[in-house]
């Protein structure tokens, strides 16, 4: 099984992150200007004004346009409303229009990725199968897709389907000749079933302390990802000092474990509130300490 990993955080380093506002006149992103910085703007508009070929590995979250009816859903026993995602951000008039978006996003980050570069896109059931084939259309070379089985998945209240406890990552490179990307094996040993790094994830969902919150003690992201799956992200792709870009950052989980593992990282982020709440979040920066033979961290 693998390690327990204990999140500190550690009050005695000032660290702050530097926010860049895209504006239509900003024509060009060189790589010293935006490396470990958020840039507060429309991915696609910014992926535009990026170097070529900069990226070391780049991790996407993209809406899952899970096409929710809007019916409000409820804890009957519990007589409490089910927190969901109906976020503005997750609404697409139909696939087309997803499908379009998905498209344009895959190829300008194909444009800025190295050629050994990695590529992560994580999906549920309701999307991950249209971008596996928008990602194939396009050329990217699968490499493998890994399962993240959650220990603690939000119950299926209604009680008509199964219990949804898993998410898909894809992880490709950006042609079937592409050849140097990295793979550190005895990392993935450590995390997957088995002793032979298989490709499944077994680990909770973001609660407790590490889930952001507001002034309303409302989730601040609806769908913001636990530390640990960045870490194996991070640790099983990527070298020290590689850069890795997330271009759909949300609260800036991937920055934030990329800085704790001594890697350089871009965000771009549409959303001010959100990146308002990653500028708070690294204010406190993180490191690791790994303590048991159990997925789950803990803020200590």
Same mark, same amino acid.
């Given at each position: ?15 702050? $992150? ?19 910085? @958020? ?41 409490? *409303? ?23 996003? $895959? ?43 959650? *220990? ?31 793979? !550190? ?80 990282? @871009?965000?771009?982020?549409? !959303? ?29």
């Amino acid at each position: 099984m693998a390690q327990q990993l204990q999140i500190e955080l550690q009050d005695d380093v000032d660290f702050s $992150l530097e926010v860049i506002r895209d504006t239509p006149e900003a024509e060009l992103y060189s790589l010293n200007v935006i490396e470990n910085r @958020v840039i507060l703007g429309d991915a696609l508009e910014v992926l535009a004004k990026m170097e070529a070929e900069v990226a070391d590995c780049v991790f996407l979250d993209p809406p899952y346009f899970l096409q929710l009816s809007g019916r409000q859903l409820r804890r009957w026993k519990a007589k409490t *409303t089910v927190e969901g995602v109906n976020d503005d951000w997750d609404h697409f008039a139909s696939f087309e229009e997803y499908d379009a978006f998905i498209q344009r996003t $895959l190829e300008s980050l194909k444009r800025v990725m190295k050629p050994t570069a990695t590529l992560w896109v994580i999906g549920t059931y309701h999307n991950i199968f249209r971008i596996g084939k928008i990602m194939q259309d396009l050329g990217y070379w699968f490499l493998n897709d890994v399962t993240w089985i959650k *220990t603690n998945p939000m119950p299926n209240w209604l009680g008509v389907r199964f219990t949804n406890a898993t998410e898909t990552l894809i992880w490709a490179v950006k042609n079937k000749e592409a050849k140097g990307y990295t793979f !550190n094996r005895e990392e993935a040993k450590r995390f997957g079933v088995g002793k032979v790094g298989a490709s499944v994830w077994v680990l909770p969902i973001c609660t407790g302390r590490e889930r952001l919150k507001g002034e309303d003690d409302k989730k601040v992201h609806s769908t913001q990802k636990p530390v640990e799956l960045l870490r194996r992200v991070i640790l099983t792709s990527t070298q020290p000092g590689d850069l890795i870009l997330d271009p759909m950052a949300g609260v800036g989980t991937t920055g934030c474990v990329a800085r704790a593992l001594e890697r350089r990282f @871009v965000m771009v982020e549409i !959303n001010p509130r959100y990146v308002e709440a990653m500028q708070h979040r690294f204010e406190t920066p993180v490191r690791f300490k790994e303590v048991g033979n159990i997925t789950r961290p803990e803020l200590t």
